[in-house]
């Protein structure tokens, strides 16, 4: 209990928020983070899923536990635009707008820890640096950019042009593909501001995922 109230105090929030909750101290939120063992059982299994698979708490999921319901709504929105396998955008395509989105928005956690994903999803070691110094000057396909040129429309919030989306519907995108896009926008529009809130800083094993082939 004491350390519970030394915490309310560094934060300055009434007790009651926390439901005499165990909270850690941290060096990635500018909030408390909950305990993962006193988490709703789905929020729980989620990172520890994730934890078994990654061998780390992606900081994102820790930080926005402090609101388990966002939380929850977030990770679900999460796994319906990108975990889902639909269309015509490969997962380096999504890491891709992420990447170049979150670049526009200067969002260090999701530049660091996308950039990693990239680079692990389209086994290219350097175009995710590229993406996020400058899109325009990276090594990027035609097809590739295509996508960007929309999503970095809605990343602006400017109106988006017929040819733009003709041009996806030249390099084999449809209309589906279109809303993907800008789901995948959306959504990082989200993360990055949050990220913003919390004051959130990247784990450090993202730093060199993807960078350095593994040993066989």
């Not at 996508?147 to 519907?169: H, T």
């Amino acid at each position: 209990m004491t350390s519970i109230l030394k915490v309310c105090r560094i934060f300055k929030t009434p007790v009651r928020f926390y439901h005499w909750t165990s909270v850690m101290l941290n060096d990635f939120s500018r909030f408390p983070v909950p305990d993962v063992q006193t988490l709703p059982d789905d929020i729980k299994t989620v990172m520890e899923t994730t934890k078994e698979k990654s061998g780390f708490f992606p900081n994102v999921f820790s930080a926005m536990s402090y609101r388990p319901d966002e939380a929850r709504a977030f990770i679900q929105y999460y796994d319906a635009v990108m975990a889902v396998d639909r269309g015509n955008l490969t997962k380096a395509d999504k890491e891709m707008i992420i990447l170049a989105t979150s670049s526009e928005n200067n969002c260090l956690y999701c530049i660091i820890a996308h950039g990693a994903l990239h680079r692990i999803f389209s086994k290219n070691p350097h175009l995710a640096d590229q993406i996020a110094a400058n899109w325009k000057t990276a090594d990027l396909d035609d097809r590739q950019r295509a996508i960007l040129d929309v999503a970095m429309d809605l990343c602006r919030c400017q109106p988006l042009s017929e040819d733009k989306i003709e041009n996806l519907r030249k390099h084999g995108l449809d209309k589906d593909d279109l809303w993907d896009i800008g789901a995948v926008t959306a959504l990082f529009a989200l993360s990055n501001r949050m990220a913003y809130l919390m004051n959130l800083k990247p784990n450090e094993e993202f730093y060199l995922m993807g960078r350095i082939p593994k040993q066989k």
